[in-house]
């Protein structure tokens, strides 16, 4: 009886062991090809019987979002998007997945898709995230210019307090104002807000729409 519990025991320990190699290995595997850009590589793991059997769904499936987007494949991050909305977990796992789309689509200009993904927010009821990307949206996509003021606050916070990356929060803020003054062909108030921007968002894809927006404001003149 004594030595068939140990058996049992031992057989348990080396399951569980197992177990833990075999996720690292696939997870090793699936990050390793993400990171260097090997996509076939990484869909042949995510769908192999180790990954199905040690790895868990939402992680799997959130990598594929990763790597969708990476490859900016508007109709299969959708499709990602709407599996894992509809998968049993966290509210806030579903966010973040659905947040990387939604910039995903911005960046994209989707109008259809971003607001697909802004439902999906607000179907979720986190109301901060929302409203967030819901400033965003109206901005880039419907071209509006009635969240100067509130923006402005939010600027003067970011400048005030020491946080990680300060420099491109505050960066990407000074942006949003100047963006919306070059709707109004407010020339002057663009570019006191693009000229800081310019410097705390250098080397980003940020910098490149300022210049973009400034040589057609241009132009226009």
Do not use: W
């Amino acid at each position: 009886m004594k030595e068939s519990l140990m058996i049992a025991v031992f057989i348990i320990i080396v399951f569980v062991v197992l177990q833990y190699i075999s996720k690292n290995i696939v997870m090793k595997k699936m990050t390793t090809s993400l990171e260097e850009e090997k996509y076939d590589a990484f869909f042949k793991t995510s769908q192999s019987i180790l990954c199905f059997l040690f790895v868990k769904p939402y992680i799997k499936e959130s990598m594929k979002l990763s790597a969708y987007i990476a490859q900016e494949e508007s109709e299969e991050v959708k499709k990602e998007i709407a599996l894992i909305e509809n998968m049993r977990i966290k509210p806030q796992q579903k966010l973040m997945s659905i947040s990387n789309a939604f910039y995903f689509f911005l960046g994209k200009r989707e109008e259809a898709s971003c607001k697909q993904m802004l439902d999906y927010v607000k179907k979720l009821g986190d109301e901060r995230t929302y409203n967030n990307l819901k400033i965003q949206y109206d901005i880039f996509i419907l071209k509006e210019s009635k969240h100067i003021d509130e923006i402005k606050k939010k600027l003067e916070i970011a400048q005030r307090n020491n946080m990680p990356n300060k420099d491109l929060m505050v960066g990407s803020l000074e942006y949003l104002i100047g963006l919306q003054y070059s709707y109004l062909n407010d020339k002057k108030n663009m570019m006191k807000y693009f000229k800081p921007a310019l410097i705390h968002c250098k080397g980003t894809t940020y910098e490149v729409e300022m210049n973009q927006v400034i040589e057609k404001m241009n132009e226009n003149i």
